[in-house]
C-alpha cells in the first residue's frame, strides 16, 4: 500500500453500457467496505477513476486474494439453486417420446450445484455466504417448498427470508424486491425480483465467483485466469480465456453480436466473471433508496433511484409502443467531483428528479429536471437508459442518449403547460385515443427533449423553444380535429402561455415577427346581445372561450374559420369574418389592432413569396396560445430591421382601408368589397373602390395602375391581416398621398414554397 493517494483510471469502467456503471459501483463500493473508507470515485472522460491509497497493484492483490463477495441469494425465484428437478427415468413415454418422470424433486442442477459448492466450501472469503444460504435452505424446508413458491408463499418467503438474513445480505433482498402493504414490488434494475426471464442472477453470481477463486481451500486462493481477467476488467486489458456459456442477461445488449476479446462481455456468451461479479456487486447501491422512496410514493411515479416510466421519443429506435412494453427509464448519475462512499450512498438514496414542485415521472420529466437543475447537486450529466422489450420478450438496458447537467432558463417556459402536459400525455396514450393525438404529443415530447440539451448557440435555443411552440400548436389541432375524443376525454386546450414564450423563441427571422404580429391580432366586436367582447386571432383558429382560453366552446364554433390549406385563403378567410363581424358591430372603421407590428420589409417579402410561409403558419399555431391580453405594445423588437423596402402602391393604398387607425388624422370607413375583391384575385375592382374610399375621406390619391396579378393580388389581400403601427401607416401614406402617379410594379406569380 503506497503513503499516498493514486488517481487509478479504469478503463475497462464506463457509462455505457449499464453493466459498465455498476461494475464500477461495485468495484467503488468493495473497496470502501472492505478494504480503504476513505477512497473516494469520480466519472472524468467516459472512465471511471478512484482515488485510494491502495495502487494498481495492491487493488489487485486485495480483489484477487482478500474479495468477501455479498451474499447473493433469490430464494423465491425458480432458478435460484434451492430447488431441485423432478427426477427422469431412462423409459420414454410411447406417446410424447419424452423420458418419464419419477414425481420425486432430487435431480441436481447447475444452480442447485452452485448452492452446493458454496455450503460446502472451506474459505473464510464465504464464510458469511455459507451463513446466508443455510439461513435461507432451512427456512425452504422449514415452509415445505420443492418448488418456487406462488404468489402468496413467495411474499411470505421473501418476509421471512428479511427477517433472519444477516444485515450484508439484506441489501440485495431490498435491491432486488420490495414488501409493500399490497404486493410485492420489483426495481427495474434488477429485473422481476433478481431475475431476467429464465436467468436468475443468484445463481449466475455463484456460478462465477466459483470462476474466479477455488471454494475448497480455505484462503480461498484465485483460479488461474484470475488476474487476467481482473485485469481485463479494471483496466481494460487484452483477456482472452473468457468463459463461454454465460448468460449476459439485461446489462450489455451490444454484447449478442460481434467477437470482442477486450475486458467486459462479448458475442457467442463469451464473458468475463469479474465483470458479471463487479456489475451484480455495484447494484447494490440502490437497495436503501428503493427502500426510503417506496415511503412516500406519489400516483404516476416509480418508487426507485432515479428511475421513471418510459418515454418513447428521443433515441434511434424510438417507437410508441415502447412505452407500454418498456419495463421503465433509469437515469445513472455521472459526476467529476471526488465522492466517498457515504457521499454517493446519499446521492442513491435520494435519487430523485423534480419538476417545479412534484418528482420526474417520466423520460421527458426527467430531462426537464436535468435541465432546469431540479436534481441533486454536483452531477455533471446522466446517462438515460430504457428497460426496452427487444427480440421478442427480451428486455435489454438500451443506452438511449447522455444528457448534461446545466441550467437552461427556456425549459423553464414548461412550466406554463406542466398540468396540463401531464393529463394531455395520460389521454393521449390510452388505447382510445386517436393516432393522430399519439403522433402530436411524441412529436412535442421530442421537441421537449431536444430543447433539455445543451447548447451555447442563442439563435439554435431559440429554435428550439419555437419547435416546442409549434408541436404545443399541433396538440391544440389534433384535439380539435378530435372533438368527439376530447369532450369525452375532459381534454382541455392548451394553458395559455406567458409573455416570456416571446422573448426566448425571438430568432429574429421574418417568420417569427409575421408570426407573432398575426397571433397578437386582437379587436372589439359586439355579441348577439350588444355586449363589447375582444376576440383574438386564436378564437379563428379554433373553437375555443375568447373570454379565459381554457376550455372549448361550440358556441364560437361559427367563428373558427381556420383551414389547413394554403396560408394565403386561410389569411383572407380570417380577414373576411372579422371584417364581417366589424360591420355586424356597428363599427364605423376597421379597428382591428396587433400588440406587435409588422415590419413592412417582411409583409413585402411575405407578398413576393420571399419568406418560409409554412414555418410562419406552424409558428402562427403555437403563438396564438401566448396570453397575449399581457403582453405589452411592441414587447420584442428587431435587433436589426430588415431592409428597408417600401411595398407596392397597390398594398399601400389596400392597406390604408384597413389600417386600424386613422390616415392623416382622416377616418377611412369600413369598405368590405375592398377586400373581398382583393381576395378573389380581382385587383381592378379593388383598387378602384379603396382609391374612391381614401378620395371620399378627403385624401389626395395618386392614380395607381389597377393592372396586377390576380395570384398577387390575393397574396396582397391576405398580408392586410398584418398588424402596422403609426410609423408604417405614415409610411405607406406617402407612397399613394403624393400628387403623382405611381406605377405598380411589374410582377408575375410567385414561387410557391
Known amino acids: 500500500m503506497s503513503a499516498e493517494l493514486s488517481d487509478l483510471i479504469l478503463i475497462g469502467c464506463a457509462p455505457v453500457p449499464l453493466a459498465h456503471y455498476l461494475k464500477a459501483l461495485g468495484i467503488f463500493r468493495i473497496v470502501a467496505e472492505q478494504k480503504d473508507p476513505g477512497a473516494k470515485g469520480y466519472w472524468k472522460g467516459d472512465c471511471f477513476r478512484l482515488k485510494t491509497a491502495l495502487d494498481r497493484g ?62 460446502e466450501s472451506k474459505t473464510d472469503r464465504l464464510t458469511e455466504y455459507r451463513q446466508s444460504l443455510a439461513i435461507v435452505k432451512s427456512l425452504v424446508e422449514k415452509m415445505r417448498l420443492e418448488e418456487a413458491p406462488g404468489k402468496e408463499e413467495k411474499e411470505k418467503l421473501i418476509q421471512a427470508v428479511r427477517n433472519s438474513l444477516p444485515d450484508q445480505a439484506i441489501d440485495w433482498l431490498d435491491a432486488s424486491v420490495i414488501l409493500t402493504a399490497e404486493k410485492a414490488r420489483f426495481p427495474p434494475l434488477l429485473g422481476t425480483g433478481g431475475n431476467d426471464g429464465n436467468l436468475d442472477f443468484s445463481s449466475n453470481f455463484m456460478q462465477r465467483l466459483a470462476d474466479i477463486f477455488e471454494f475448497n481451500k480455505e484462503n480461498g486462493k ?75 410514493n ?67 420529466d426527467f430531462a426537464r429536471a436535468v435541465a432546469s437543475l431540479g436534481v441533486d447537486k454536483g452531477l455533471k450529466s446522466f446517462q438515460r437508459y430504457g428497460f426496452l422489450e427487444r427480440n421478442g420478450k427480451n428486455f435489454f438496458s438500451v443506452p438511449l442518449e447522455r444528457i448534461v447537467v446545466s441550467r437552461k432558463i427556456q425549459v423553464e417556459l414548461l412550466d406554463d403547460v406542466d398540468g396540463w402536459l401531464d393529463y394531455f400525455r395520460n389521454k393521449a396514450r390510452s388505447d382510445n385515443a386517436p393516432s393522430s393525438v399519439g403522433r402530436a404529443l411524441s412529436l412535442l415530447e421530442l421537441s421537449i427533449l431536444a430543447l433539455c440539451r445543451e447548447s451555447s448557440n442563442d439563435q439554435f435555443q431559440a429554435w428550439r423553444v419555437q419547435d416546442v411552440l409549434i408541436a404545443l400548436g399541433r396538440c391544440e389541432r389534433a384535439i380539435v380535429k378530435s372533438s368527439k375524443w376530447a369532450k369525452e376525454a375532459f381534454v382541455k386546450p392548451v394553458s395559455p402561455l406567458s409573455r416570456e414564450w416571446l422573448i426566448m423563441a425571438n430568432d429574429q427571422s421574418p417568420e417569427f415577427f409575421l408570426a407573432a404580429s398575426l397571433a397578437s391580432v386582437h379587436g372589439r366586436y359586439k355579441e348577439g346581445d350588444n355586449r363589447e367582447f375582444i376576440m383574438w386571432l386564436r378564437s379563428q ?213
Request: aromatic share 8%.
Open 541 to 753: 383558429i379554433e373553437p375555443i372561450d375568447h373570454a379565459n382560453f381554457r376550455s372549448f366552446d361550440e358556441k364560437f364554433e361559427n367563428d373558427a374559420v381556420w383551414s389547413d390549406g394554403q396560408p394565403i385563403s386561410a389569411m383572407n378567410d380570417i380577414l373576411s369574418r372579422r371584417i364581417m363581424m366589424a360591420v355586424r358591430s356597428g363599427a364605423s372603421s376597421y379597428t382591428d389592432h396587433g400588440k406587435i407590428e409588422a415590419d413592412l420589409g417582411d409583409i413585402v417579402a411575405f407578398i413576393e413569396g420571399r419568406i418560409n410561409e409554412k414555418r410562419m403558419m406552424d409558428l402562427l399555431c403555437g403563438l396564438i396560445l401566448v396570453d397575449w391580453s399581457h403582453v405589452t405594445e411592441n414587447f420584442i423588437e428587431r435587433k436589426m430591421q430588415s431592409e428597408i423596402i417600401s411595398p407596392s402602391a397597390s398594398y399601400a393604398l389596400t392597406k390604408l382601408c384597413f389600417a386600424g387607425r386613422k390616415v392623416s388624422d382622416a377616418e377611412i370607413p369600413l369598405v368590405p368589397q375592398i377586400h373581398r375583391r382583393a381576395a378573389s384575385g380581382d385587383g381592378f375592382g379593388s383598387l378602384q373602390l379603396a382609391e374612391r374610399r381614401l378620395r371620399a375621406s378627403n385624401l389626395p390619391v395618386a392614380r395607381v395602375s389597377t393592372k396586377i396579378a390576380p395570384e398577387l393580388m390575393k397574396r396582397t389581400a391576405a398580408a392586410l391581416l398584418f398588424p402596422v403601427g403609426e410609423r408604417q401607416t405614415g409610411h405607406l401614406a406617402d407612397i399613394v398621398l403624393r400628387p403623382r402617379v405611381i406605377q405598380d410594379e411589374n410582377l408575375t406569380m410567385l414561387r410557391s414554397e
Open 298 to 364: 406519489m400516483p404516476g411515479v416509480l418508487s426507485y433511484p432515479f428511475s421513471v416510466h418510459p418515454s418513447g421519443v428521443g433515441y434511434g429506435s424510438a417507437a410508441e409502443s415502447d412505452e407500454k412494453s418498456a419495463r421503465a427509464e433509469i437515469w445513472m448519475p455521472l459526476w467529476e467531483k471526488p465522492a466517498g462512499l457515504l457521499e454517493l450512498k446519499s446521492l442513491m438514496s435520494e435519487g430523485r428528479a423534480q419538476v417545479g414542485a412534484r418528482p420526474a415521472r417520466n423520460g421527458v
Open 58 to 119: 495492491s487493488l489487485s492483490s486485495f480483489f484477487l486474494e482478500e474479495y468477501s463477495p455479498t451474499p447473493i441469494i433469490a430464494p423465491w425465484n425458480g432458478g435460484s439453486g434451492f430447488y431441485f428437478q423432478e427426477e427422469k427415468l431412462m423409459e420414454k413415454d410411447p406417446l410424447t417420446g419424452k423420458k418419464k418422470k419419477t414425481g420425486r424433486r432430487t435431480q441436481h442442477t447447475t444452480a442447485t450445484r452452485a448452492v452446493q459448492a458454496i455450503l
Open 222 to 296: 484465485s483460479s488461474s485466469q484470475s488476474a487476467s481477467w481482473l485485469n481485463g476488467s479494471l483496466f481494460g486489458e487484452n483477456t482472452d480465456g473468457l468463459v463461454s456459456g454465460i448468460a449476459i442477461g439485461q446489462f450489455y445488449p451490444g454484447a449478442v453480436g460481434g467477437s470482442n476479446s477486450m475486458s467486459g462481455f462479448s458475442s457467442d456468451s463469451l464473458a468475463n466473471p469479474w465483470d458479471y461479479i463487479l456489475m451484480i456487486e455495484g447494484a447494490l447501491f440502490f437497495a436503501s433508496a428503493t427502500v426510503k422512496r417506496l415511503q412516500a
